[in-house]
């Protein structure tokens, strides 16, 4: 068994800054990618960031040189660097990650419960 969970959202003002963090636990044999996707109201869920276990990453074209992802594989933690926020930028925010376990012989998606990052006008 393996669970994620996010913290880290909150209120913010319209240019101001947010770190969302993910930590990964449970039966866990290694973690490939991990990554974050949001959801906004009556929209659907949309890929942000995501990064490998070598720090290869990748950033969704909207939100490039705003956001940064990181990740600290010893802690099986991924991070959200969110700065200049932007009102379009609200939505729950999840957490994702391919991971193989101890009990299955191949990788799964995993996905964290969210996290509410809304940010104000």
């Known amino acids: 068994q393996v669970q994620l969970v996010e913290s880290g959202g909150g209120l913010v003002q319209a240019g101001g800054s947010l770190r969302l963090s993910c930590t990964a636990s449970g039966s866990i044999f290694s973690i490939n990618a991990m990554g974050w996707a949001r959801q906004a109201p009556g929209k659907q869920r949309e890929l942000v960031a995501g990064?490998?276990?070598?720090?290869?990453?990748n950033i969704k074209d909207s939100v490039q040189g705003r956001f940064f992802i990181s990740r600290d594989n010893a802690k099986n933690t991924v991070y959200l660097q969110m700065n200049s926020l932007k009102p379009e930028d609200t939505a729950v925010y999840y957490c994702?990650?391919?991971?193989?376990?101890?009990?299955?012989?191949?990788?799964?998606?995993?996905w964290g419960q969210g996290t509410q990052v809304t940010v104000s006008s």
């Open positions: 994702n990650a391919d991971i193989q376990s101890r009990s299955f012989s191949r990788a799964q998606g995993y």
């Open positions: 990064i490998m276990s070598s720090g290869i990453s």
